[in-house]
T-cell receptor
Framework: QKEVEQNSGPLSVPEGAIASLNCTYSDRVSQSFFWYRQYSGKSPELIMSIYSNGDKEDGRFTAQLNKASQYVSLLIRDSQPSDSATYLCAVNEARGSTLGRLYFGRGTQLTVWP | DVKVTQSSRYLVKRTGEKVFLECVQDMDHENMFWYRQDPGLGLRLIYFSYDVKMKEKGDIPEGYSVSREKKERFSLILESASTNQTSMYLC?????????????FGPGTRLTVT
């Protein structure tokens, strides 16, 4: 069973701060990494995908990938109360990878207070 | 725009009933997935399918079966519902090939078995 580990939190930051969410994974040959946002009572929504080492920025969100350390993170700049949600990290099945199975962490709950 | 729909948002069934959960996607995706999500346990994969009439067991297939007769539709069947199958059920789909693996989720079905 592949492991995807996240700090369960809760993580609490003030409005305007940077929220940092972390994820480690066990399968060294994984190639695709994703961050999902899930509001309470709703389904997960894909917010970032990253495939190469380094940073990928999309608006206030930055995903960072370090395959050597088997580590992926999500930074949220200028955090807003509307960012309060659970964030799920997901990593692809690395073998027979066209099947597209993802392994999910249990999520980090983020609260942004005004 | 990406669209995954599920037949019901809320469902209440009695113990022993046969339950059908339907999922339809309009993105021409090859892969489809059924998860359940429970507090503290995260997303757990029940079954997935990478082609019409094909299916693969996930991590918790016991008590469930699936059917995929058409590319756009993936059904989850609870042969004889039990109270421990009370949960949020989420369907997702993704395309094959390249680096995709991005899974898109439906809104979920909250099933209560009494």
């Amino acid at each position: 069973q592949k492991e995807v580990e996240q700090n369960s939190g809760p993580l609490s930051v003030p409005e305007g701060a940077i929220a940092s969410l972390n994820c480690t994974y066990s399968d060294r040959v994984s190639q695709s990494f994703f961050w999902y946002r899930q509001y309470s009572g709703k389904s997960p929504e894909l917010i970032m995908s990253i495939y190469s080492n380094g940073d990928k920025e999309d608006g206030r969100f930055t995903a960072q990938l370090n395959k050597a350390s088997q580590y992926v993170s999500l930074l949220i700049r200028d955090s807003q109360p509307s960012d309060s949600a659970t964030y799920l990290c997901a990593v692809n099945e690395a073998r027979g990878s066209t099947l597209g199975r993802l392994y999910f962490g249990r999520g980090t709950q983020l609260t942004v207070w005004p | 725009d990406v669209k995954v729909t599920q037949s019901s948002r809320y469902l209440v069934k009695r113990t022993g009933e046969k339950v059908f959960l339907e999922c339809v996607q309009d993105m021409d995706h090859e892969n489809m997935f059924w998860y359940r999500q429970d507090p503290g346990l995260g997303l757990r994969l029940i079954y997935f399918s990478y082609d019409v009439k094909m299916k693969e067991k996930g991590d918790i297939p016991e008590g469930y079966s699936v059917s995929r007769e058409k590319k756009e539709r993936f059904s989850l069947i609870l042969e004889s519902a039990s109270t421990n199958q009370t949960s949020m059920y989420l369907c997702a789909s993704s395309s094959q090939g390249g680096r995709s693996h991005e899974q898109y989720f439906g809104p979920g079905t909250r099933l209560t078995v009494t």
